[in-house]
Antibody
Framework: EVQLVESGGGLVQPGGSLRLSCVASGFTFSGYWMTWVRQAPGKGLEWVANIKEDGSDKYYVDSVKGRFTISRDNAKNSVYLQMNSLRAEDTAVYYC???????????WGQGTTVTVSS | QSALTQPASVSGSPGQSVTISCTGTTSDVGAYNRVSWYQQRPDKAPKLMIGEVNIRPSGVSNRFSGSKSGNTASLTISGLQAEDEADYYCYSYTTEKTWVFGGGTRLTVL
């Protein structure tokens, strides 16, 4: 079964850090661009970051540059999102997704919730 | 990195067709064919419905189709069914090497 499973979400205070993980199974992970997408409560989808198949290129939305880092370990079929200096506006459900750079994201996880609050 | 422009809501009766537009600029939708569409039902993860402007993934109904003209991409759903009721988002690559979603469109089947 093709699957992405996220973990690592939770409640954190402003200024704190969290590391999200996403483990893939059922497909050739190393052949996929991986992306993190978030959705604030009651809001639309927002692209956060993505990483090329071999990890050589990484891209970020302006609002997280310098605070978030995306990485991957193809040997472990995993992609990560290190989130530092968290703000209230980072509160959201975070989805990891995989796909082709041209085609789009055809594999999605179920999401993990991050809440930034004191 | 401004969001692509979609209508907030569209509606149609069962059996009818609806089209959802996604308007960008020459720096995103108009620049590449890297436009995709996603369906999201309440409390569920998004699902790819159309990739690369007009490619329908395996398993997606052929009632869904995509197109692009200039800076505007469109998703058309024909033969509307109750199960199509959901939020729909477009997504595009940009010339700044970033990606951007549309604001989302709520489809109501009357």
């Amino acid at each position: 079964e093709v699957q992405l499973v996220e973990s690592g979400g939770g409640l954190v205070q402003p200024g704190g850090s969290l590391r999200l993980s996403c483990v893939a199974s059922g497909f050739t992970f190393s052949g996929y661009w991986m992306t993190w997408v978030r959705q604030a409560p009651g809001k639309g989808l927002e692209w956060v970051a993505n990483i090329k198949e071999d990890g050589s290129d990484k891209y970020y939305v302006d609002s997280v540059k310098g605070r978030f880092t995306i990485s991957r370990d193809n040997a472990k079929n995993s992609v990560y999102l290190q989130m530092n200096s968290l703000r209230a506006e980072d509160t959201a459900v975070y989805y990891c997704a995989g796909g082709g750079v041209n085609y789009g994201m055809d594999i999605w996880g179920q999401g993990t919730t991050v809440t930034v609050s004191s | 990195q401004s969001a692509l422009t979609q209508p907030a809501s569209v509606s149609g009766s069962p059996g009818q067709s609806v089209t959802i537009s996604c308007t960008g600029t020459t720096s995103d939708v108009g620049a590449y064919n890297r436009v995709s569409w996603y369906q999201q039902r309440p409390d569920k993860a998004p699902k790819l419905m159309i990739g690369e402007v007009n490619i329908r993934p395996s398993g997606v109904s052929n009632r869904f189709s995509g197109s692009k003209s200039g800076n505007t991409a469109s998703l058309t759903i024909s033969g509307l069914q109750a199960e199509d009721e959901a939020d729909y988002y477009c997504y595009s690559y940009t010339t700044e090497k970033t990606w951007v979603f549309g604001g989302g469109t709520r489809l109501t089947v009357l």
